[in-house]
């Protein structure tokens, strides 16, 4: 049983990080992935914690910013980075889950 727990335990995880909303998927839902659909961040509804977040989004490309203040999402680039999370985390997790089945002490007598 406790080696079910195990394999659920870090797919849990992983569900839960990318469950997270932030300042992309805000963007998102306001319809701004274009220049002509670009929004202001506070049309977007982001929070202070959002706001930190924004110029390191712009660093990587997945939001653009013009020069009128408003922002919008690269929907390619969004999409190519959200799938390298993810590969990533999912190996972890298989790894973590291998790693705790390997070890986990067995009751042979």
Known sequence: MFRLGAIIFPLMILAMILKQKGPVSKFLKVGAISPETARRADSAELTAPDRLHLEDLVKRGVLVALEDGRYYVDVAVQRRR??????????????LAAGVLLLWPTSEA
Do not use: D, S, T
């Open 82 to 95: 959200r799938r390298m999370v993810i590969i990533l985390l999912v190996v972890v997790a298989v790894g």
